[in-house]
């Protein structure tokens, strides 16, 4: 599993964390405007970072069931603009996991797209192809969660693309409340459906310096999409999903985190 640790300054007092995820650039159906308004809203917030968790480029191939001759950019031509994209923002990027779209080029051709977007934007060491785990501090916690050498506030964050999930609301949920099962985290972030949710659960997390444990809040968020309805999705029949994406809001001093859409 691929860790990462970022630090943020000590004088932030809270932090959005913005999610880009199943923008399919290059489908037809593709928000453009949608997915510049992020971007805009990303590069504008001083207190803003990214996590881009898959499924940024469509990638159409004859062997998918995207419809590669509908395409309105070819693959290469998806990789600069993804990167075009996110250069003005590179610097915010806290995490990138690839998704099942990028993925088809992987497994046809043994060639990591977004391995090359994050090698042309200098941040391939925030780069888990399977997913991340980002040990993420910034602000100064309260007095009980400040290490001595290090005064930020910490929030692990488990972000990945994710597979299946079936056609019913219940059953996504179910998908995403599973990665509980893998790792112990703060926040855990899955995409792929194209249905935002947000869950929260209580768990507690063992303190053996202590011989105690600490009741948390555990934070569930599943992202949306930028995409139009129709091509695949209505073929297949599947309902119309929610273009309104969820931004995670951190706060240093409280140690909570949300989500609002």
């Not at 399919?24 to 997915?35: F, L, S, T, Y």
């Not at 950019?73 to 250069?87: F, G, N, R």
């Not at 179910?174 to 194209?194: G, P, Q």
């Amino acid at each position: 599993m691929h860790s990462i640790r970022v630090d943020r300054p000590t004088d932030w007092p809270t932090c959005n964390v913005y999610i880009l995820a199943d923008l399919h650039i290059g489908d037809p159906h593709c928000d453009m405007a949608a997915v510049n308004a992020q971007i805009r809203r990303i590069q504008d917030d001083p207190h803003g970072v990214a996590i881009c968790n898959g499924d940024l480029l469509n990638t159409a191939l004859k062997t998918s069931v995207s419809d590669v001759y509908g395409e309105v950019l070819k693959p290469i031509d998806q990789i600069v603009a993804v990167s075009d994209l996110l250069m003005p923002i590179k610097e915010k990027i806290i995490g990138v996991t690839t998704g099942n779209h990028e993925n088809r080029v992987y497994r046809n051709d043994g060639i990591d797209i977004m391995r090359i977007v994050c090698r042309e934007l200098g941040i391939e060491d925030k780069y888990g192809p399977d997913g991340v785990m980002i040990f993420f501090r910034f602000g100064r916690g309260n007095m009980h969660t400040r290490h001595p050498e290090n005064p930020r506030q910490l929030f692990m964050i488990y972000a990945t693309h994710g597979s299946g999930g079936g056609r019913k609301e219940g059953s996504k949920a179910m998908r995403l409340a599973e990665l509980a099962d893998i790792v112990d985290a703060d926040i855990y972030i899955r995409s792929h459906v194209h249905m935002p949710l947000i869950m929260r659960e209580r768990f507690y997390r063992t303190n053996t310096a202590q011989s105690a444990v600490h009741p948390v809040d555990r934070l569930y968020v599943n992202t949306a999409a930028t995409l139009e309805y129709g091509g695949y999705a209505q073929q297949k029949e599947f309902k119309p999903a929610s273009l309104k994406a969820p931004i995670i809001r951190l706060n240093a001093k409280a140690g909570t985190a949300e989500a609002i859409l």
